[in-house]
């Protein structure tokens, strides 16, 4: 039980409340503010459209953009998609594909959190009455979804889909999606890896890290994870990817350690997360650890947070920041340098004990060169946000980051980090979009001149 009244509510009335609701002293919330942010929403539906961002449509990928097998892409690199800014339906074209190819024998996914109206779901019921292999892991304890999910969970098992609940006593909260394709070497997989839900309508809203691979060690270990998922093994050792409850923790714990033995040896530790919430004790203790010998840490953690930063001898070296801007921060990642040998993981979970301990979350590396180069830039940017980025002080307070810069009399160029990816992302459509139709041109004119 959970009492929120307004702080100014008097006494007569809060006591009256507290005895028809039978709640107790330490389950009464006096807030300082407006009661039940939700309500706020409504406002958004006032047509004034100078009150309102500019719109913007999420681009697709030109990985994708004309390619009508995405296994042929797929096989010949991995693809990584920042969403919301490129767009999500490229995840929904992937399934679709699968449903619909002849050569595809099983897709396997889990689903956290989906939309009412969802492409994928339609696509798992296509791939099912097409004589195809699929199953769905299906969440039934996701929090505020959970009806949702039972309405879906009963349509795909009635169109012959095998639903999975999970495993007693854990959570299934990890996002990956697994396509196993009968091709001329072989059967062979490719999978899709996300820090965020299958969710179409949640994607135009939260900013998500996603990759495509068909790197056989990330697909060996996907069956691997499904095979525990559903119940034929109880498989516990993976090759690429970190497993909650299984390896997360004690993975994590050493990659910090190990930026600690490289601080004392080259000097040079240094850890970035961008999480959503930072709470697990022991972690966080070992920040401190770090901090202690001079690592130089960075946490973009948009919730909560129980680290202080700046803290004198015991967090230094720690920063934390937290952007709320026009989308939900939404993408986890974890960056430790190595010694200039940058280890990148991606996923689902957060810094919490739930995360690493009671549910079942799925972190993976960066092994691309290419890609991990292009996802350690757009931290190093988040890092640069001035517009929507507030900063931790040691007594756990935040200050607008543009207030302190400001202060300190130096010289700053302003910077919404979130408006800078979405025009980044239409200059370079716009940019690509030129160079095919000049290439259509060309091509065109030079058929013609062979006619002749």
């Not at 050493?254 to 999480?275: A, C, H, T």
């Not at 001079?294 to 934390?320: E, F, Q």
């Amino acid at each position: 039980m959970r009492l929120e009244v307004d702080r100014k509510m008097p006494d007569k009335l809060l006591q009256f409340l507290v005895n028809i609701l039978e709640v107790e002293n330490n389950e009464i919330y006096k807030i300082d503010g407006p009661l039940n942010l939700g309500d706020m929403m409504s406002l958004y539906k006032i047509d004034k459209r100078e009150l309102k961002y500019e719109g913007f449509t999420p681009r697709i990928s030109s990985y994708f953009r004309d390619q009508e097998n995405f296994f042929k892409e797929i096989s010949e690199q991995d693809v990584f998609l920042h969403h919301p800014f490129y767009s999500f339906s490229s995840v929904s074209e992937f399934i679709a594909q699968s449903a619909e190819d002849a050569k595809v024998y099983a897709i396997k996914l889990t689903l956290y959190r989906t939309s009412g109206d969802s492409p994928i779901i339609k696509s798992l019921i296509e791939a099912a009455e097409n004589g195809k292999q699929v199953t769905a892991v299906v969440e039934l304890k996701a929090r505020f979804d959970e009806e949702n999910n039972i309405i879906w969970a009963r349509a795909l098992e009635n169109a012959g889909v095998h639903v999975v609940y999970g495993i007693a006593g854990l959570k299934t909260h990890c996002k990956i999606a697994l396509v196993v394709r009968k091709e001329e070497k072989g059967m062979k997989r490719y999978i899709h890896l996300s820090t965020g839900n299958y969710n179409a309508v949640t994607s135009k809203l939260y900013t998500d890290f996603g990759l495509f691979t068909a790197n056989q060690e990330f697909c060996k270990d996907a069956s691997n994870l499904f095979n525990y998922l559903t119940g034929y093994s109880k498989h516990s050792s993976y090759k690429k990817l970190l497993v909650a409850p299984l390896n997360l923790r004690r993975k994590m714990l050493k990659m910090i350690d190990d930026e600690i033995k490289s601080q004392k040896e080259n000097g040079n530790g240094y850890i970035l997360f961008k999480v959503n919430s930072m709470v697990d004790e022991e972690v966080i203790m070992r920040l401190y650890q770090a901090s202690k010998t001079g690592v130089k840490v960075d946490l973009i953690t948009r919730g909560m947070c129980r680290l202080r930063p700046k803290v004198k001898g015991l967090s230094d070296y720690i920063n934390v920041y937290s952007i709320v801007g026009r989308f939900l921060e939404h993408s986890r990642a974890y960056y430790f340098f190595n010694n200039g040998q940058p280890k990148l993981y991606l996923g689902s979970a957060d810094v919490m004990q739930r995360n690493f301990d009671r549910r079942i979350e799925v972190l993976f590396p960066i092994d691309d060169k290419r890609i991990k180069d292009d996802i350690t830039e757009i931290l190093k940017l988040y890092l640069k946000d001035t517009a929507k980025t507030r900063v931790m002080m040691s007594d756990g307070t935040y200050i607008k980051k543009e207030e302190l810069l400001k202060e300190s009399s130096e010289p700053f160029e302003s910077l919404n980090i979130q408006e800078y990816f979405v025009k980044k992302v239409i200059k370079k459509y716009e940019k690509e979009l030129k160079q095919e139709m000049r290439k259509k041109i060309t091509q065109n004119g030079t058929h013609k001149k062979s006619k002749v």
